[in-house]
Structures are given as C-alpha cells and as structure tokens.
C-alpha cells in the first residue's frame, strides 16, 4: 500500500521555526524525486521544495534562504526545515513523491502575526 505520512505542523509566531517529516512506503520513496507542497486558503496547489534522489534541492522564491529541504533514504523519509516563518507560510503542506500520483493527508502549518 502506498502511504505517504506528513508530520510536524503546529502554530507558531512569526520569526519561528518548525520541522515538517513525511514518511514514505520505499517502493515510492526509493531513486524518486520527493517534493513538499502547501495549499493556503482559497490558493492553488503550490511547489514549495523538491529534491532528489542524489540530493539535488530546488525552492521556490518565496521560501529560498529560509527552509531546508532534506532526506534520509534509510528511513524512507523527507524533512522540510522551515525558519524565519511569516504569516503568508500558513498552509496546509503535503509531500508526493515524482513516483506516485498519490497524497498524504497533509499537515497544518499555522504562523501568527
């Protein structure tokens, strides 16, 4: 079965920092790019971090220089470390896996001003 399990949301104030975790079933996780993605209220979709299976890392503009996308390929598991968070970061965010047209259930994230 293929699972994808985000983690690691919360509220916190702005200026905060907080780590999001997915983990996923190997057979999607394993030589596939993996990508972290939010939907804010009433907005599209929107790519925020992808890497790939050698590690190669692109973001998006808005959030380069303040969040780290990482991964460990013996936990079937991809990391998005966010700092310096601001209001507009509230979403809910969700992994996928290049491999699998698949969702998680997605994990909130909510910064207060």
């Known amino acids: 079965q293929v699972q994808l399990v985000e983690s690691g949301g919360g509220l916190v104030q702005a200026g905060g920092s907080l780590r999001l975790s997915c983990a996923a079933s190997r057979s999607i996780f394993s030589g596939n790019t993996m990508g972290w993605y939010r939907q804010a209220p009433r907005r599209q979709r929107e790519l925020v971090a992808a890497i790939s299976s050698g590690g190669f890392s692109n973001y998006a503009d808005s959030v380069k220089g303040r969040f780290t996308i990482s991964r460990d390929n013996a936990k079937n598991t991809v990391y998005l470390q966010m700092n310096s968070l601001k209001p507009e970061d509230t979403a809910v965010y969700y992994c996928?896996?290049?491999?699998?047209?698949?969702w998680g259930q997605g994990t909130q994230v909510t910064v207060s001003s």
């Open positions: 996928k896996s290049g491999g699998s047209p698949n």
